[in-house]
């Protein structure tokens, strides 16, 4: 099983630019496609984007659409959550997920790290 710590979160305004990373330990990070997701106070856990294992393939919710990039280094076994134009809708706890398989929307999670905190101010 993959163990994975997020970290880059914090406070940023409106219109910046932020990069989170997620660390993955052992050694089922290269086979696994991996996501990010986001959970609102109140609101439910929604998908943000995922990547494939190899890194070729990536999927994004349409909400970030186009301010968002995921990538990964499978050498440093690391994803990597490139957060642009942030808007205040985007303030949320990030977290990070492996795929038990290779779906880039993540729709079998078989770990999650503990989450950041990213919080856009207006």
């Known amino acids: 099983q993959v163990q994975l710590v997020e970290s880059g979160g914090g406070l940023v305004q409106a219109g910046d630019s932020l990069r989170l990373s997620c660390a993955a330990s052992?050694?089922?990070?290269?086979?696994?496609?991996m996501g990010w997701f986001r959970q609102a106070p109140g609101k439910e856990r929604e998908f943000v984007g995922g990547i494939s294992r190899s890194g070729g393939t990536t999927y994004y919710a349409d909400s970030v659409k186009g301010r968002f990039t995921i990538s990964r280094d499978n050498a440093k076994n690391t994803v990597y959550l490139q957060m642009n134009s942030l808007k205040p809708e985007d303030t949320a706890s990030y977290y990070c997920?492996?795929?038990?398989?290779?779906?880039?929307?993540?729709?079998?999670?078989?770990?999650w790290g503990q989450g950041t905190q990213v919080t856009v101010s207006a």
């Open positions: 052992g050694r089922t990070f290269r086979m696994s496609a």
């Open positions: 997920a492996a795929d038990r398989f290779d779906s880039v929307v993540v729709n079998n999670p078989a770990s």
